[in-house]
């Protein structure tokens, strides 16, 4: 996907424990380290977040190196496996950057790159 600004985005699996007996749980799970190395400081957000089986993300958020989320869970259902965090952060070194103007020989460069990438 392209964007106006340069992103890496990953998605975070977060276990839930199958021996907790409650309805409402606080989920907390560490970012991958070279993650956070590669991406510029505060940046890092959640932008999607979904549990499998019966049970509702509410809030979802990102505290220094660990992401948060709170689950509802639905009476008499089992619990879900595991919770999907969508997050996203700047490039490290790109700030700032938005739409950048290049010339024409660094987009003939680049295209040049990407048919070589796709069709060898």
């Not at 007996?21 to 560490?30: E, I, P, S, V």
């Not at 590669?38 to 999607?48: D, H, K, L, R, Y």
């Not at 700047?90 to 020989?105: A, I, Q, T």
Request: aromatic share 10%; net charge negative; glycine share 6%.
């Amino acid at each position: 996907m392209e964007m106006p600004d340069v992103r890496f985005d990953d998605i975070v699996t977060i276990p839930v424990d199958p021996s907790i007996k409650a309805t409402r749980l606080h989920l907390r799970q560490k970012l991958d380290p070279l993650f956070l190395e590669v991406c510029e400081p505060g940046t890092i957000v959640p932008i999607g977040w979904n549990a499998e089986g019966t049970a509702a993300c509410g809030g979802a958020k990102i505290e220094d190196d660990t992401i948060i989320v709170d689950l509802i869970l639905a009476p008499n259902y089992p619990l879900p496996i595991n919770v999907y965090v969508k997050i996203s952060g700047v490039r490290r070194g790109y700030l700032n950057y938005r739409f950048n103007l290049h010339s024409d020989e660094q987009l003939r460069r680049n295209e040049e790159f990407w048919q070589r990438a796709i069709y060898g």
